[in-house]
């Protein structure tokens, strides 16, 4: 079979490659729904102690704290630490709060 053939064939491949790896940018994927819930929560109920400047660290310092994954930031929020205020979140509010804390983990 000529090579003359297949040119159309391997033509077309080209095309559609290129095409590809051309493809326009969308942006950044949407926001993790639970990381979003956790910082309206965060914003709610702890920016107070824990914003730029309070008492408090603030959770990005939290966050590239060595040994702080979700288990320990899970456990340290079902346990009582005065003077911390104890607000009652329901599981799932932990586990967002803490998703978005592990989210400002410095890279």
Not at 28 to 44: C, R, T
Not at 50 to 68: K, L
């Amino acid at each position: 079979m000529p090579l003359r053939s297949f040119l159309p064939v391997v033509l077309a491949a080209a095309l559609v490659l290129a095409g590809a790896c051309t493809a326009p940018d969308r942006g950044p994927p949407p926001p993790d729904p639970a990381i979003s819930s956790g910082a309206e929560i965060a914003s709610q109920w702890c920016a107070g102690c824990h914003g730029s400047g309070r008492t408090a660290p603030e959770f990005r310092q939290i966050a590239g704290r060595p040994g702080r994954d979700y288990m320990y930031l899970t456990n340290f929020m079902a346990d009582l630490h005065l003077p911390m205020p104890t607000y009652r979140l329901w599981p799932k509010e932990r586990s967002d709060v803490v998703q978005y804390i592990l989210s400002l983990k410095p890279l």
